[in-house]
């Protein structure tokens, strides 16, 4: 037993001991141990805190990111319809002119050949007529030929009207 006693003055000596002199040379030291640990934990929460509002600020602008470039998408589509649009009005507006125009020079054109036909068939008619006035009196029994066929018809006119009946003759 009194190995027990001597173990047990050897144990509560090592403990006065540790209790004396080491404890209170490393209880400052844990306490500071203690307070760069709660500063970390602090730290840690904050940066915690500070990255889900980061988070937070990424998500919002990537959303609105996303909205605007929805938006210049549909900006641009609406542009590129209207510029469509606008050109295909030009277009249409460029080709009524190109046919009217056309018209225009068709109808000119025409016109003018219109003119051009009749001075020619004019000519053509008195050159015609011509010659054949020329050729008829060239030939002067033909052309008493003609004047009494001319006034047998007469005759033949004058007599139907009075009968009422027409007959037409081809010459005697």
Avoid: C, W
Avoid at 11 to 29: A, K, N, Q, S
Avoid at 40 to 65: C, G, I, M, N, Y
Avoid at 105 to 115: I, K, N, P
């Amino acid at each position: 037993m009194i190995k027990y006693i001597a173990e047990l003055v050897a144990f509560v000596l090592i403990v006065f001991i540790i209790v004396r002199y080491i404890v209170p040379r490393i209880t400052p030291m844990l306490g500071r141990r203690q307070d760069v640990i709660d500063k970390q934990v602090d730290d840690a929460e904050q940066a915690r805190a500070k990255l889900a509002e980061a988070e937070r600020s990424f998500q919002s602008a990537l959303t609105e990111a996303r909205t605007e470039a929805a938006q210049i998408r549909e900006n641009a589509r609406a542009d590129a319809q209207r510029t469509i649009e606008d050109l295909q009005a030009q277009a249409r507006d460029e080709s009524e002119r190109i046919v009217a125009r056309g018209e225009e020079q068709l109808a000119s054109q025409r016109s003018a050949v219109v003119r051009e036909l009749r001075t020619e068939i004019g000519t053509l008619a008195v050159d015609l007529s011509t010659q054949i006035v020329n050729q008829r009196l060239a030939d002067e029994q033909q052309v008493s030929a003609t004047v009494d066929a001319f006034l047998a018809e007469l005759e033949r006119d004058g007599a139907a009207h009075t009968d009422g009946t027409t007959t037409t003759g081809a010459g005697e």
